[in-house]
């Protein structure tokens, strides 16, 4: 967390690196990688009492020859029809171990489930984990009147309401994907209608 790694310099999460390097030295690996969120490279960890990149740790740690090859990477670039950024980073000996390039074909939405038939709320189809689930009649409504791309939020009518007044929330919530574009970052929450980009 690069909240924690600042503010909480001994809190044991800014450690698990340090944990990471003393196995990997220990077995005598010969590759490792490190998926992380996109901030890592740019983090600290607290070693010896001093803040020290992330990176910079990495590489004075690991065996002599070794190098470690960070890069942030878009899942969209790789076959995945979801735009997901995490940081990679891989550990060879002479950086020998590099990342894969980036690939011209970017799949989207319709390419990954356009195909599948259309559900109404709470139905299943004959197909295996293809079914709709049961969803709040307020939400559908709101759903159904906002167009692809957009939130609901920004609808003249049937917007997300409570006692028919218009209720707050961020942009990205209670809003429909575009079809012809990778889905954004598949959420914990990607069941609810309310939550982040999940139409």
Same mark, same amino acid.
């Given at each position: 967390?690069?909240?924690?790694?600042?503010?909480?310099?001994?809190?044991?999460?800014?450690?698990?690196?340090?944990?990471?390097? *003393?196995?990997? !030295?220990?077995?005598?690996?010969?590759?490792?990688?490190?998926?992380? @969120? =996109?901030?890592? /490279? $740019?983090?600290? &960890?607290?070693?010896?009492?001093?803040?020290?990149?992330?990176?910079?740790?990495?590489?004075? @740690?690991?065996?002599?020859?070794? $190098?470690?090859?960070?890069?942030?990477?878009?899942?969209?670039?790789?076959?995945?029809?979801?735009?997901? $950024?995490?940081?990679?980073?891989? %550990?060879? *000996?002479?950086?020998?171990?590099?990342? =894969?390039?980036?690939?011209?074909?970017?799949?989207?939405?319709?390419? !990954? %489930?356009?195909?599948? /038939?259309?559900? $109404?709320?709470? *139905?299943?189809?004959?197909?295996?984990?293809?079914?709709? /689930?049961?969803?709040? /009649?307020?939400?559908?409504?709101?759903?159904?009147?906002?167009?692809?791309?957009?939130?609901?939020?920004?609808?003249? &009518?049937?917007? =997300?309401?409570?006692?028919?007044?218009?209720?707050?929330?961020?942009?990205?919530?209670?809003?429909?994907?575009?079809?012809?574009?990778?889905?954004?970052? &598949?959420?914990?929450?990607?069941?609810?209608?309310? !939550?982040?980009?999940? @139409?």
């Amino acid at each position: 967390s690069v909240a924690n790694a600042i503010k909480k310099p001994n809190d044991p999460r800014n450690k698990l690196i340090i944990h990471a390097m *003393e196995i990997f !030295s220990k077995i005598s690996a010969k590759y490792m990688l490190i998926e992380n @969120v =996109p901030q890592m /490279p $740019k983090t600290f &960890v607290f070693h010896n009492g001093k803040a020290v990149n992330i990176i910079d740790y990495i590489n004075s @740690v690991i065996p002599k020859g070794y $190098k470690c090859l960070s890069q942030v990477l878009d899942a969209k670039y790789f076959g995945s029809p979801q735009s997901r $950024k995490r940081s990679i980073s891989l %550990i060879s *000996e002479n950086g020998s171990w590099r990342h =894969p390039s980036k690939s011209n074909k970017i799949l989207t939405l319709r390419d !990954s %489930i356009g195909h599948l /038939p259309s559900l $109404k709320n709470g *139905e299943h189809s004959s197909l295996p984990w293809h079914f709709a /689930p049961k969803h709040n /009649p307020n939400h559908i409504k709101w759903m159904l009147a906002t167009p692809e791309g957009q939130t609901a939020f920004n609808n003249k &009518v049937d917007y =997300p309401s409570k006692d028919g007044r218009k209720i707050k929330g961020f942009m990205t919530t209670y809003k429909r994907m575009f079809w012809d574009q990778p889905a954004p970052t &598949v959420t914990m929450t990607n069941g609810s209608i309310s !939550s982040q980009n999940n @139409v």
